[in-house]
């Protein structure tokens, strides 16, 4: 599950390498202009989490802010039923070209279902789901129901302990402490225990390097495929309006981005086209925010079905909340793991090194320290609700 976002990179070290001068020479308006950049209606979810009294809208008002691909919140929620969620997919949130069977977009799902019920114990609800209740289909994920879930209270439903780091919790993209590794026994204590789904890690020197040749050798493979580096051009939101009137996808936003995206800088056809300064930042910003990586955590399934598929995500999201209850920094870093054909080498090299005989790599992810990661956007709950 790709996450990354280049606008929680160093954007002093984007202002180094893309037009500087364009902004000294904005004069003294761009103090004003600065402070003005914060999307605040994109990032209103985050402070609206625990405003809702129904138990169903409280448990998804913190659903909405779990981890999925490229941030596309891929989920639609019908609560025609009483008592009771039916997820379904967003056929319009898919990645056809770096994600063609959905698998990291039903991850996405798992994420958002563990969120949930995690929430909704805190209101003293379980949660009781059934998997795609009208079948699923391997190939493309479609618009069948997800999971049925019904709230039942229960007042022997213990609050998750990991309920109280959701506000804290993100997907750190930057460089991390290379001087502070995450000790064996931390890493041990990280196993988010979802059944059928095996935790696994390394801290030794030469197998993390192993790693980071792997991950950085992916993330140019799909960086350089036009038609994925495309995928990703398309889904980016240039400054604060459009990060506002579409609060998903990759932000590139604040300071100093919006000044050159202002100073017509930053375009999106300049950020596609190898050879102009935005493509090549890309690369320099992203070759030293990788190898600044001291340990990597995976996740493993005996197979690759869709349920599979969710319980990893599940999985993920309890990692991403012990993590973070542990003051660590997580990112995903899934381009080896894509099922396209130009990835087909590094998906095969991901496999022989972290996978056991027939299971797949669901996720992989560096961890470490790193200064905390800000918000992303988010489209509201309303948004997220079927209207019927």
């Known amino acids: 599950m790709n ?136 190939s493309v994920l479609g618009a069948l129901p997800v999971a049925r879930c019904a709230f039942i209270p229960d007042n022997q439903t213990a609050v998750d302990p990991l309920f109280s780091q959701i506000p804290h919790r993100r997907s750190n993209k930057a460089p991390f402490d290379m001087e502070r590794p995450v000790a064996d026994a931390t890493l041990a204590t990280l196993n988010p225990t979802i059944s059928g789904i095996r935790f696994d890690g390394s801290v030794d020197p030469t197998r993390v390097a192993m790693l980071r040749a792997l ?9 350089q495929t036009p038609a994925a580096m495309q995928e990703s051009i398309e889904l980016m939101r240039l400054g604060k309006a459009e990060i506002n009137a579409n609060p998903d996808g990759i932000d590139l936003g604040g300071m100093p981005l919006e000044a050159l995206i202002a100073a017509g800088l930053v375009t999106r056809e300049a950020l596609a086209t190898p050879g102009t300064q935005s493509y090549e930042t890309g690369i320099t910003m992203y070759q030293p925010m990788l190898a600044a990586t ?79 990661a800000p918000q992303t956007p988010r489209w509201s709950l309303d948004d997220k609700i079927t209207r019927t």
């Open 3 to 138: 996450t990354s976002s280049q606008s929680t990179l160093s954007r002093r070290r984007f202002l180094s390498l893309v037009g500087g001068g364009a902004i000294v020479a904005a004069g003294s308006g761009i103090g004003l202009f600065a402070i003005t950049r914060t999307p605040h209606a994109a990032l209103a979810p985050w402070s609206q989490a625990s405003s809702y009294d129904e138990p169903r809208r409280f448990a998804l008002s913190h659903a909405i802010l779990a981890p999925n691909p490229h941030n596309l919140q891929p989920w639609m929620v019908d609560l025609s039923e009483a008592n009771t969620v039916t997820l379904l997919p967003d056929p319009t949130r898919r990645l056809p070209e770096t994600d063609p069977y959905d698998r990291q977009l039903t991850i996405g799902l798992g994420c958002f279902l563990e969120q949930m019920t995690i929430a909704a114990s805190a209101r003293g609800y379980r949660v009781d789901t059934t998997l795609f209740p009208q079948g699923n289909n391997d």
């Open 215 to 223: 991950i950085w050798d992916a993330w140019l493979v799909e960086y």
């Open 294 to 372: 001291p340990t990597f955590v995976w996740l493993t399934s005996p197979d690759n079905s869709r349920t599979a598929q969710i319980a990893s995500g599940r999985a993920w999201l309890r990692l991403n909340l012990l993590t973070t209850a542990g003051g660590m920094a997580l990112h995903p870093v899934s381009q080896c793991l894509q099922e396209y054909p130009e990835m087909a080498e590094h998906y095969q090299a991901a496999h022989q090194a972290m996978a056991q005989p027939g299971e797949t790599i669901q996720m992989l992810g560096r961890l470490g320290y790193a200064a905390p």
